[in-house]
Protein backbone atom coordinates (compact mmCIF):
# COMPACT_ATOMS: atom_id res chain seq x y z
CA UNK A 1 0.00 0.00 0.00
CA UNK A 2 1.55 3.20 -0.88
CA UNK A 3 2.22 5.96 1.88
CA UNK A 4 -0.13 9.07 1.77
CA UNK A 5 1.57 11.97 1.06
CA UNK A 6 0.70 16.15 0.64
CA UNK A 7 -1.39 17.70 2.70
CA UNK A 8 -3.67 15.16 3.90
CA UNK A 9 -1.32 12.66 4.51
CA UNK A 10 0.49 15.29 7.23
CA UNK A 11 -2.69 15.85 8.13
CA UNK A 12 -3.43 12.62 9.06
CA UNK A 13 -0.37 11.69 10.92
CA UNK A 14 -0.95 14.96 12.95
CA UNK A 15 -3.90 13.63 14.35
CA UNK A 16 -2.76 11.00 15.40
CA UNK A 17 0.04 11.92 17.20
CA UNK A 18 -2.12 14.82 18.58
CA UNK A 19 -5.38 15.41 19.74
CA UNK A 20 -7.55 15.99 22.37
CA UNK A 21 -9.47 13.69 24.87
CA UNK A 22 -12.63 14.22 27.10
CA UNK A 23 -12.52 12.41 30.16
CA UNK A 24 -15.77 12.27 31.80
CA UNK A 25 -17.13 12.17 35.50
CA UNK A 26 -20.50 11.14 36.56
CA UNK A 27 -22.07 14.30 38.96
CA UNK A 28 -25.70 12.78 39.12
CA UNK A 29 -28.68 10.43 37.80
CA UNK A 30 -32.06 10.46 37.65
CA UNK A 31 -35.14 8.93 35.29
CA UNK A 32 -35.91 11.25 31.98
CA UNK A 33 -37.27 10.19 28.51
CA UNK A 34 -34.31 8.79 26.69
CA UNK A 35 -35.20 10.44 22.77
CA UNK A 36 -32.96 7.31 21.84
CA UNK A 37 -34.76 4.79 23.63
CA UNK A 38 -38.37 6.98 23.51
CA UNK A 39 -39.14 5.45 26.73
CA UNK A 40 -38.08 6.34 30.69
CA UNK A 41 -34.56 5.09 31.43
CA UNK A 42 -32.25 5.96 34.52
CA UNK A 43 -29.54 7.97 33.38
CA UNK A 44 -26.24 9.70 35.02
CA UNK A 45 -25.15 13.55 34.40
CA UNK A 46 -21.78 13.18 32.74
CA UNK A 47 -19.35 16.63 33.66
CA UNK A 48 -16.42 16.52 30.84
CA UNK A 49 -12.69 17.79 30.95
CA UNK A 50 -10.84 18.37 27.78
CA UNK A 51 -7.32 17.82 27.99
CA UNK A 52 -4.78 18.12 24.80
CA UNK A 53 -2.79 14.18 23.81
CA UNK A 54 0.36 13.32 22.66
CA UNK A 55 0.33 10.04 21.22
CA UNK A 56 -3.18 9.24 23.30
CA UNK A 57 -1.39 10.49 26.68
CA UNK A 58 -3.60 13.38 27.98
CA UNK A 59 -1.11 16.18 29.26
CA UNK A 60 -2.20 20.06 29.10
CA UNK A 61 -5.55 20.91 30.06
CA UNK A 62 -8.16 22.19 27.13
CA UNK A 63 -11.47 23.49 29.81
CA UNK A 64 -14.46 22.14 30.90
CA UNK A 65 -17.17 20.11 28.29
CA UNK A 66 -20.95 20.81 27.96
CA UNK A 67 -22.39 18.38 30.56
CA UNK A 68 -24.47 15.41 29.13
CA UNK A 69 -26.83 13.22 30.53
CA UNK A 70 -25.74 9.55 29.39
CA UNK A 71 -28.78 6.53 29.18
CA UNK A 72 -28.20 3.52 31.22
CA UNK A 73 -30.19 1.39 28.51
CA UNK A 74 -28.65 2.74 25.38
CA UNK A 75 -25.43 4.73 26.68
CA UNK A 76 -26.32 7.62 24.28
CA UNK A 77 -25.29 11.09 25.14
CA UNK A 78 -27.95 13.67 24.87
CA UNK A 79 -27.67 17.61 26.10
CA UNK A 80 -29.11 18.46 29.51
CA UNK A 81 -32.00 19.64 27.52
CA UNK A 82 -33.10 16.20 27.69
CA UNK A 83 -34.37 16.72 31.14
CA UNK A 84 -37.00 18.84 30.50
CA UNK A 85 -39.35 16.80 28.99
CA UNK A 86 -41.19 14.56 31.26
CA UNK A 87 -40.92 11.28 31.59
CA UNK A 88 -44.13 8.80 30.80
CA UNK A 89 -45.24 8.92 34.01
CA UNK A 90 -44.78 12.51 35.05
CA UNK A 91 -46.35 13.17 31.81
CA UNK A 92 -49.26 11.03 32.44
CA UNK A 93 -49.64 12.77 36.17
CA UNK A 94 -49.55 16.75 34.33
CA UNK A 95 -52.25 15.86 32.04
CA UNK A 96 -54.76 14.01 34.67
CA UNK A 97 -53.92 17.55 36.93
CA UNK A 98 -54.67 19.61 33.68
CA UNK A 99 -58.01 18.01 33.01
CA UNK A 100 -59.51 17.74 36.38
CA UNK A 101 -58.38 21.55 36.90
CA UNK A 102 -59.79 22.57 33.71
CA UNK A 103 -63.25 21.06 34.54
CA UNK A 104 -62.98 22.87 37.92
CA UNK A 105 -62.87 25.70 36.59
CA UNK A 106 -65.49 25.24 33.84
CA UNK A 107 -68.13 23.79 36.55
CA UNK A 108 -67.24 27.02 38.58
CA UNK A 109 -68.11 29.42 36.25
CA UNK A 110 -71.91 27.67 35.22
CA UNK A 111 -72.68 26.35 38.20
CA UNK A 112 -73.40 22.57 39.48
CA UNK A 113 -76.61 22.56 39.05
CA UNK A 114 -76.73 20.73 35.85
CA UNK A 115 -76.59 17.10 36.82
CA UNK A 116 -75.30 16.39 32.92
CA UNK A 117 -72.54 18.81 33.03
CA UNK A 118 -71.66 17.32 36.14
CA UNK A 119 -71.43 13.56 34.26
CA UNK A 120 -69.92 15.08 31.26
CA UNK A 121 -67.05 16.62 33.18
CA UNK A 122 -66.52 13.35 35.81
CA UNK A 123 -66.36 11.30 32.53
CA UNK A 124 -63.13 13.46 30.98
CA UNK A 125 -61.65 13.29 34.46
CA UNK A 126 -61.79 9.30 34.76
CA UNK A 127 -60.89 8.84 31.01
CA UNK A 128 -57.84 11.41 32.21
CA UNK A 129 -56.50 8.96 35.13
CA UNK A 130 -58.49 9.56 37.65
CA UNK A 131 -60.74 6.68 37.57
CA UNK A 132 -62.58 7.05 40.97
CA UNK A 133 -63.93 10.64 40.15
CA UNK A 134 -67.63 10.93 40.69
CA UNK A 135 -69.86 14.05 39.95
CA UNK A 136 -70.69 14.35 44.08
CA UNK A 137 -66.63 15.15 44.01
CA UNK A 138 -66.44 17.63 41.60
CA UNK A 139 -69.71 19.05 43.22
CA UNK A 140 -68.16 19.53 46.49
CA UNK A 141 -64.56 20.58 45.08
CA UNK A 142 -66.56 23.22 43.24
CA UNK A 143 -68.63 24.52 46.82
CA UNK A 144 -65.47 24.64 48.04
CA UNK A 145 -64.19 26.76 45.82
CA UNK A 146 -66.50 29.35 46.06
CA UNK A 147 -67.03 29.59 49.58
CA UNK A 148 -63.19 29.90 49.95
CA UNK A 149 -63.59 32.81 47.35
CA UNK A 150 -66.48 34.41 47.56
CA UNK A 151 -67.39 33.38 44.15
CA UNK A 152 -70.62 33.78 42.99
CA UNK A 153 -72.15 31.79 39.78
CA UNK A 154 -73.10 33.05 36.34
CA UNK A 155 -71.64 35.88 34.22
CA UNK A 156 -68.69 36.24 36.06
CA UNK A 157 -65.53 36.63 34.63
CA UNK A 158 -62.52 34.32 34.94
CA UNK A 159 -61.45 35.21 38.64
CA UNK A 160 -57.46 35.97 39.08
CA UNK A 161 -56.91 33.32 41.47
CA UNK A 162 -58.58 30.89 38.52
CA UNK A 163 -56.69 32.33 35.51
CA UNK A 164 -53.27 31.54 37.67
CA UNK A 165 -54.62 27.68 38.53
CA UNK A 166 -55.17 27.17 34.73
CA UNK A 167 -52.12 28.57 33.40
CA UNK A 168 -50.10 26.36 36.62
CA UNK A 169 -51.83 23.90 35.43
CA UNK A 170 -51.34 24.13 31.63
CA UNK A 171 -48.35 26.18 30.66
CA UNK A 172 -46.33 23.30 32.17
CA UNK A 173 -48.28 20.93 30.06
CA UNK A 174 -48.39 22.34 26.47
CA UNK A 175 -45.17 22.25 25.58
CA UNK A 176 -44.87 18.55 25.26
CA UNK A 177 -48.18 18.21 23.77
CA UNK A 178 -49.05 18.05 20.22
CA UNK A 179 -51.80 20.54 18.79
CA UNK A 180 -54.10 18.06 18.69
CA UNK A 181 -53.86 17.14 22.08
CA UNK A 182 -53.77 21.01 22.98
CA UNK A 183 -57.11 21.12 21.08
CA UNK A 184 -59.09 17.96 22.90
CA UNK A 185 -58.33 19.52 26.26
CA UNK A 186 -60.47 22.80 25.03
CA UNK A 187 -62.73 20.31 23.23
CA UNK A 188 -63.61 18.34 26.15
CA UNK A 189 -64.31 21.86 28.31
CA UNK A 190 -66.31 23.19 25.75
CA UNK A 191 -68.23 20.18 25.87
CA UNK A 192 -68.59 20.58 30.04
CA UNK A 193 -69.81 24.12 29.02
CA UNK A 194 -72.44 23.02 26.42
CA UNK A 195 -73.81 20.11 28.46
CA UNK A 196 -76.12 22.47 30.02
CA UNK A 197 -76.84 25.05 27.10
CA UNK A 198 -75.37 27.63 25.50
CA UNK A 199 -71.65 29.06 26.58
CA UNK A 200 -72.27 32.32 29.31
CA UNK A 201 -70.24 34.77 29.33
CA UNK A 202 -68.44 33.30 32.20
CA UNK A 203 -68.13 30.20 30.82
CA UNK A 204 -66.74 31.76 27.28
CA UNK A 205 -64.20 33.58 29.46
CA UNK A 206 -62.99 30.51 31.12
CA UNK A 207 -62.67 28.84 27.45
CA UNK A 208 -60.95 31.50 26.41
CA UNK A 209 -58.34 31.35 29.18
CA UNK A 210 -57.99 27.79 28.61
CA UNK A 211 -57.11 28.06 25.04
CA UNK A 212 -54.41 31.16 25.73
CA UNK A 213 -52.73 28.60 28.30
CA UNK A 214 -52.12 25.78 26.15
CA UNK A 215 -50.88 28.50 23.31
CA UNK A 216 -54.13 27.90 21.02
CA UNK A 217 -54.16 30.97 18.58
CA UNK A 218 -57.30 33.09 18.90
CA UNK A 219 -58.58 32.72 16.02
CA UNK A 220 -58.65 28.38 16.66
CA UNK A 221 -60.33 28.95 19.71
CA UNK A 222 -62.81 30.53 18.10
CA UNK A 223 -62.85 28.10 15.92
CA UNK A 224 -62.75 25.09 18.19
CA UNK A 225 -65.62 26.84 20.44
CA UNK A 226 -67.73 26.87 17.56
CA UNK A 227 -67.56 23.25 16.25
CA UNK A 228 -68.14 22.14 19.91
CA UNK A 229 -71.46 23.07 18.91
CA UNK A 230 -72.03 21.54 16.15
CA UNK A 231 -73.51 18.43 16.82
CA UNK A 232 -71.25 15.27 15.19
Do not use: K
Amino acid sequence: MLPVRGRNGRAARLARILGTRTAWAPVGDGEFFCPGCGGDRNYQRLSGRRRFTVLGVPLLPRGTAAPVVECAACTGRFGTEALDHPTTSRFSAMLRDAVHTVALAVLSAGGTSSRTALETAASGVRAAGFADCTEEQLAALVEALAADTGRVYEDQPCAPGLTIELHEALDPLAPHLAPAGREAILLQAARVALADGPYIPAERDVLTTVGAALTIPTDDVTRLLAAARTPS
